[in-house]
């Protein structure tokens, strides 16, 4: 009687197998990420009414006096009948824009003080695919930094974004604290979300080289309330996450005011950087609503200030 016998896989086939199983794992995981991101927009396109900026377009937006030099072909005459001034139509600005987004995935944003608190890296990643979804619904063409897809828009460009930051969040021991050095086009966006706890000097470096290229940009540094606040006492063991090693407190209450100060001092230096390039930042902790980050984003986008055409 023969025995059958069994063909070992190939390389090929045992890689497909591994994609395979990884695309399963992205699977599950993206579900819950998408929809607290999707929560999020709901809600903050609750508060949302367009830019409301002039410029060219399809969609009016007001009327406005006409004044010497204005395009007379401008002019509504049907407006202008009813008064005795004349009237000019103004088109909200359709023309859209590329913003770059980029999450600090590194070990120092896996921290989270109590269980019922998201990690810093969970809450950047939900706070930045929000707002790419509020962005791509307005139109706008939303990307990755270093990522070789273009920005783009559209229906699922909030899922395309969620698998990607699903990959680079599988092993934070390789995900780096700092931005990729990516040329981007002049005048576009970047959203950098990260704890920003790196050396001030490494930021500087990343903001101007940013800055250099015409890059309007906008830091979104989240923390968590422990690190905001410092409310540990008595006996503690402090550990690195990034190789800084540990250091045992015998009385931690002892170094409070020394450590608000010293975090005082790196956030004045941030916004000091981001001013000085013509950039903005802003703070949000952990225990937060989320929707009020993301609005907050979204109208530091818009407003036209930050427009610079």
Request: aromatic share 8%; glycine share 6%.
């Amino acid at each position: 009687m023969a025995i059958g016998s069994t063909t070992p896989p190939t390389e090929a086939q045992i890689a497909r197998d591994r994609q395979k199983a990884e695309a399963a794992a992205v699977a599950e995981r993206l579900p819950p990420l998408l929809l607290a991101a999707e929560r999020i927009a709901a809600t903050v396109e609750q508060g949302v009414h367009g830019r409301r900026r002039t410029g060219p377009g399809e969609v009016f937006w007001q009327y406005r006096p006409y004044y010497p030099g204005d395009e007379l072909k401008r002019l509504d005459w049907r407006a202008s009948a009813k008064t005795d001034r004349l009237y000019l139509r103004q088109l909200e600005w359709s023309a859209s824009q590329s913003v770059y987004l980029w999450c600090d995935l590194s070990p120092s944003m896996t921290y989270a003080s109590q269980r019922d608190l998201a990690t810093k890296a969970s809450r950047a990643q939900v706070l930045a695919l929000a707002l790419a979804s509020v962005l791509s619904r307005a139109g706008e063409r939303v990307g990755l930094l270093g990522n070789p897809e273009p920005p783009s828009a559209g229906r699922f460009v909030t899922e395309r974004l969620a698998e990607r930051l699903y990959i680079n969040a599988r092993n934070p021991a390789l995900a780096p604290s700092l931005p990729p050095a990516a040329d981007l086009p002049a005048h576009s966006h970047a959203l950098l979300v990260s704890d920003f706890l790196s050396p001030i000097e490494d930021w500087q470096d990343v903001i101007a080289r940013f800055a250099g290229r015409n890059v309007h940009g906008h830091l979104l540094q989240v923390l968590d309330p422990a690190e905001q606040s410092m409310p540990f006492t008595g006996r503690v063991r402090f550990l690195g996450l990034e190789r800084e090693g540990d250091v045992l407190m015998s009385r931690a209450e002892s170094i409070r005011t020394q450590y608000l100060d010293r975090l005082a001092a790196h956030q004045d230096a941030l916004r000091d950087l981001a001013r000085h390039a013509g950039w903005s930042m802003t703070v949000h902790v952990t225990d937060a609503p989320p929707a009020a980050a993301v609005l907050a984003l979204y109208q530091w986008l818009a407003a036209d200030r930050r427009l610079r055409r």
